[in-house]
């Protein structure tokens, strides 16, 4: 599930590319949404099916597979089920195990099937990470099938970021200057699912104030997350579960959203699954932090923790475990906080 090294566009490039199939109705049979970053995944994914569905009934008209625990003949039989008083069938994938090897003889199923479904039935993938070397992606990507638009939700600039938060706290009524935007990126990382939620503990804390000051941050705002994640992961390659629960624990009395933990744990994984695989093909550091879209000082900082764990195959296993965990909590089966601890106690 590793990503890719192709030098991509700039993100807000890669979205206007994306939406514009969106807003002109030149629907592709597949959709494929993917990267580290869930806040935009979610985004993307729900324009998406917006746009299939066309104001048709989601309740009948959209079917929603998750995790591991479905089969290729499911997903066909609702396949050829043509869409009721509506324009389009929409079948969404999310957070599934489909690009693991434990699901192959699912996926290659599905990459045979591609190609044969009606035209109104449109399949969306929204993914942690995939594999281009599946068949099931080279299907839908290569045009074999019809073709597939596709947004890889990772690598946003620094820029861009910073221009989000200063949006969002905009929409508030509230400012904030360079200085503390740089203070503020340092205490919430990169990850936009936790920039929302350090932006909106911001914004509550500020009140009737309009101007985000270094001592509103330095007092309300959770520090270093990401930092803590990477703790946990040591922890987790250890076997020190005592560790990783006290860390979990840490991270919630500082009111970080377990949902916001379990993305971070999934990013870092899958950051670390592909250092590892580019450690094979180059020892140029300077190549890999630009692939991964990594300063070269975080970058070095991370080969101690690749390192910590014996294979690719063992990284896979635990992103394949994260993958299932956020599926159990978006499919209702458990809540986010009882599938991030799961998880953890069985790493």
Known sequence: MAGHDRKEPPFLERLAKFNEVLQIGAF??????????????????????????DGGDPQMNCAVFTGSDFTAREVIDLAETLPF????????????????????????????????????????FSEPGIDRKRRLYTKMAGGKAGGASILACENVEDATLRKWIQARLRREGKTIDGAVLALFRQYAGDDMMNIASETDKLISFLGDRQAVTSEDIRAICTPVVQDRIFEMIDAIAGGERDRSMGIYMDLIRLQTPPQ??????????????????????????????????????????????????????????????CVQADADYKSGQMTDRIALEALITAL
């Open 260 to 321: 916001v933990i379990l993305s971070l744990l999934q990013k870092q994984y899958n950051r670390l699954l592909q250092i590892r695989e580019l450690q094979r093909q180059t020892q140029d550091t300077a190549e890999i932090a630009r692939v991964v879209g990594l300063p070269v000082w975080m970058l070095r900082r991370l080969y101690p923790l690749v390192g910590r764990y014996r294979s690719a195959a063992q990284l896979e296993r635990i992103l394949d475990a």
């Open 28 to 53: 592709t049979p597949y959709f494929i949404v993917y990267g580290e970053q869930a806040y935009l995944r979610n985004q993307s994914r729900d324009a998406v099916r917006e746009a299939l569905l």
């Open 85 to 124: 008083f509506a324009p389009r069938r929409v079948i969404l994938f999310e957070s599934t195990g489909l690009w693991g090897r434990e699901m192959t003889q699912e996926a290659d199923a599905l990459a045979d099937y591609f190609g044969t479904q009606p035209e109104t039935t449109f399949f969306v």
